[in-house]
């Protein structure tokens, strides 16, 4: 096989570098304090306000809230620890990461996917994925297979909107298996955490 030109060759590093370098960034703006109580009252207002407006949303103890959080959180830990990973051998001939700074290395990369991944999750519940609980609920379907349908309806759409409007991928199917089923994944966590139903027996207390 003939050896790339030499500016393919830098463009990939390139590439390879800047990738991590603009999410640990973003990363550390969504750590600034500004940020995060930016988000917290996103949350908050949503939560409240989805809680209080939507028929039945009361019906489903606050502590089950906290509890589906803390349970999504768990899932987000996991997703993120598998996608951070990295072997030592390709860490050090692809990422040029000296073997004594490999451990620190991939410290840094969970942390920064890992806050991404937590904005992202927590924001979305509150702004999503809870109001579409309580509306179940108040439909009396708040199950944990409809929860899960519903969250599959609402990653084709986020997924729609990313190859519309912001990031189209190259690989459309990866990007769906890949979105589809780390929201599956939430879904389920939340669901756990939140000690809902497999199946429905009217509404919650």
Known sequence: MAACKPTICQLKSQLIQVRPMESAMFAGLLLHPYAIAIALTVVVVASVASYYLIPSAMLIAPMRLVGGYLGALVITTAICAAISYVSPHEAETVWKVPPENYWSALGRQFLTSFVIFCYAAVLGIAVV????IFLLN??????????????????????????????????VLQTIGFITGAHVLLALGFCIGARLPWRSSGAMA
């Open 138 to 171: 108040w439909k009396r379907r708040a199950t944990i297979p409809w929860v899960i349908g519903v969250s599959v309806l609402i990653s084709l759409l986020a997924v729609v909107l990313l190859e519309s409007f912001l990031a189209p991928s190259r690989n």
């Open 129 to 132: 994925g809870a109001p579409a």
